[in-house]
């Protein structure tokens, strides 16, 4: 998605050299949304990848899951076993 940001935006840098006013806008424009976008995505996917991040932490052990890495050999921060 950054990708197509800075795509729109040297459409708009070379709209606006060759005088095209209104394309260099129109670009530019969606070069920001698109940026405003990627922000948004990003910030949420290091929230929920720092949360998620933890899962990982209480993962059983592989004697107890017989070495297979199934998803019931995860637990969740909540349902520690001692034994």
Do not use: P, Q
């Amino acid at each position: 998605m950054l990708g197509w940001a800075v795509i729109f935006l040297i459409i708009a840098l070379v709209a606006a050299v060759f005088g095209f006013g209104g394309i260099a806008a129109a670009s530019a424009g969606i070069a920001k949304l698109l940026f405003v976008i990627f922000l948004v995505l990003f910030i949420i996917s290091l929230i929920f990848g720092w949360r998620d991040a933890d899962a990982y932490a209480y993962r059983k052990s592989d004697a107890e899951c017989d070495g297979n890495r199934h998803s019931y050999c995860y637990t969740d921060s909540y349902s520690h076993s001692y034994a």
